[in-house]
């Protein structure tokens, strides 16, 4: 197998904040694998927050090359070695679990939900999600994003009760809340029983990623569900997490791809947690992959695509916040 790396750098619609920053473009890395006349492609969409970059997804491509092997139906093999070659770079390593699955989906002719025995009628409903601003600009933003049922507000602010109330007040839609770590505990204890009343879902990522005893501390002392995101990267992390939080929040760009993805969707069944699955700011090429696993999740919050002005792919649609999954062989992904 044959592997090459492109940097894709990607333009937001709106600057995106969250409350550990804002962001006006990503660089992401395209990668794709030729075997046999079939081209798998992937996407890597590297976050800093966890160690990587374009220039770090480029250099373990180079380094992966001449150790894929020449079986692409080898996944597990494939990964495990990629595991011996570099530790974590889990991005990297997504965009070629990615490629490898649309390898062998097009190779076989199908796409990858009916690779994985999945039903595409049972895709998920994505949430759309609105950047950090002041409440009557949020307020603004969720008109505008009126066509999608379910909004994922970014909070992490002084004034978040306020950004709530002034969305709830044009918005009937479910309301799913993310502080990105944002609030001390004493905070989110505080903010999450002001917040109940406006009919919020879940809150996700309340406090700092590894303040475990903080999330299980809040989980007992707030009415709404708590989902861990940065608290929970890996397989690894959730057995230790599981009496802390009621979900996580499970990215192929934290985990690794979609055969980690997988492996976690099962442990945090075994675990009785509720299941989400999100993304980066993502082009439809990496975002397409994720949903085809949204038959196995409770929540997705799959829309880094409907956030970008230039897409390159044309892959997953959504429709009224629905996820439609393509047909074609692999991802089902197609170049726009
Ligand atoms: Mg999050």
Redesign the pocket.
Known sequence: MHIDAKPIDLTLTVPFR?SRGVEYTTSNVVVQINHEGFTGYGEAAPDEYYGESQETVLACVALFAGNLGNDPFALEDVMRHLDKIIRRNPAAKAAVDMALYDLIGKMLGVPLYKLLGLNAAHAAYTSFTLGLDSPIEMAKKALIARDYPIL?VKVGTRHDVEIIKAIRDVSSAVMRV?A?TGWTPKEAIKNINALAQYNIEFV??PIDAHDWAGLKLIRENVPLPI?A??SCVTVEDIPRIADCVDGI?I?LMKCGGIRHALKMIHVARAHNLRVMI?CMIESSLAITAAAHLTPLVDYA?LDGHLLINDDPYVGVTVEKGKLVLPDGPGLGVKTR
């Open positions: 969250i994922k993310d990105n996700e990522q989902i995101d940065e929040n990215k999100g919050d």
